[in-house]
């Protein structure tokens, strides 16, 4: 009884106190390497492998689909999404990947391409179009395809408890959309006859449109993406991360 009490305290004092070791779900690269962006395409490829389900040790949420509760948009009137799923990250190509890590500061660019992202969820509000107001709610879904876009993560060194990590302070993205295509149902029985036409502009002015929202998704996605990265790099010491072996 007591060599089970022991066992079992083992195993949480264990749990508790195991140093992460980075390298068991990613490459680690060698920054000083001249191969340092070769092995950081391979790295970003299976970090983003090894997260699509989330990483339990590291408090990593899945990512694909990546799930959210709740999403304000205060654009041009009261619009909310709820329960959106994201899909797709994981069937994207790492095209490059460009570090600057210096002592005192961090960059990281990366060169993504996505065949599709597909999102699906809730959406109530209303909205307007010109002289068309709708208020609606319901169920809608966006398949976008071919998507170029650079992650940039910018990050300072800093001192935790006697070891430096680097805090992820922005991330930043631009996507350019090859096409987007959107389906809502509209619970309103009022403006349900307005649904099909909303959609239709929707879908026929969707570049505009992209560009309007795009300032509210970046600060969405700035949230997200620092979030999502300080679980690694403020788990993981810098020299851990990107370790300087010469
Ligand atoms: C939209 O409709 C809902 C009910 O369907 C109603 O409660 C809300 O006040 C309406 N909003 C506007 C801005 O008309
Ligand atoms: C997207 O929404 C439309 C309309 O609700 C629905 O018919 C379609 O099956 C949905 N697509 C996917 C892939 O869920």
């Given at each position: 009884m007591l060599n089970l009490f022991v066992v079992c305290l083992f195993v949480i004092l264990g749990n508790c106190f195991a140093a992460i070791d980075i390298a068991q779900y990613v490459p680690v690269c060698?920054?000083?390497?001249?191969?340092v962006n070769d092995c950081l395409i391979d790295a970003v490829k299976k970090g983003i492998v090894a997260m699509k389900s989330g990483i339990k040790d590291l408090g990593v949420p899945a990512i694909d689909p990546y799930h959210q509760k709740e999403l304000k948009m205060e654009y041009t009137n009261n619009q909310a999404m709820s329960d959106t799923y994201v899909e797709g990250?994981?069937?994207?190509?790492?095209k490059d990947v460009r570090l600057r890590a210096e002592d005192d500061s961090f960059h990281m660019e990366i060169d993504m391409f996505s065949p599709q992202i597909f999102c699906k969820g809730r959406f109530s509000g209303s909205g307007s179009y010109n002289v068309l107001r709708v208020n609606a709610s319901g169920d809608f879904n966006t398949t976008m395809s071919d998507l170029t876009y650079t992650w940039k993560l910018d990050g300072t060194p800093e001192q935790i408890d006697g070891e430096t990590y680097v805090r992820i302070t922005s991330f930043y993205m631009r996507p350019d959309v090859g096409n987007m295509v959107t389906h809502m149902t509209n619970e309103n029985p009022d403006s349900k006859e307005l649904t099909d036409l909303a959609i239709r502009i929707t879908n026929e002015n969707w570049r505009l449109l992209y560009r309007e929202m795009l300032p509210f998704a970046q600060s969405n996605w700035n949230k997200i993406g620092t979030r999502i990265a300080n679980k690694i790099f403020l788990k993981v010491p810098y020299n851990q991360l990107f370790p300087v072996k010469s």
């Open positions: 060698d920054r000083t390497s001249p191969d990250v994981t069937e994207s190509t790492v």
